[in-house]
């Protein structure tokens, strides 16, 4: 079984950068793609962005393009994701999953505790 930790959060304001970091254990999670996800206060959780076990393909959100790049280095079992020039809609709690990538939807199984940013104007 695998556990996800989330961390790399925190207040910025905006136009700021943050690197959200994602360390696997239990089980490595180099065989699966994984994915970042975002939930604000009162909504739903929503897609962020994913990429292949390679790390070869990436996907985002429309609302991130061109600001958050997605990267993993399988040797420590981390996902990471760079957020650049932070919006105050970009204030979320932030999820790693591993994924499927044909829908880009979690593949089950139990969140991670989650990393807060919060994005201040």
């Known amino acids: 079984q695998v556990q996800l930790a989330e961390s790399g959060g925190g207040l910025v304001q905006a136009g700021d950068s943050l690197r959200l970091s994602c360390a696997a254990s239990g089980r490595t999670v180099s065989t699966f793609a994984m994915g970042w996800f975002r939930q604000a206060l009162g909504k739903e959780r929503e897609f962020v962005a994913a990429i292949s076990t390679s790390g070869g393909r990436t996907n985002y959100a429309d609302s991130v393009k061109g600001r958050f790049t997605i990267s993993r280095d399988n040797a420590k079992n981390t996902v990471y994701l760079q957020m650049k020039s932070l919006k105050p809609e970009d204030t979320a709690v932030y999820y790693c999953?591993?994924?499927?990538?044909?829908?880009?939807?979690?593949?089950?199984?139990?969140w991670g505790q989650g990393t807060q940013v919060t994005v201040s104007s």
């Open positions: 999953a591993r994924i499927t990538w044909a829908t880009m939807t979690p593949l089950g199984g139990s």
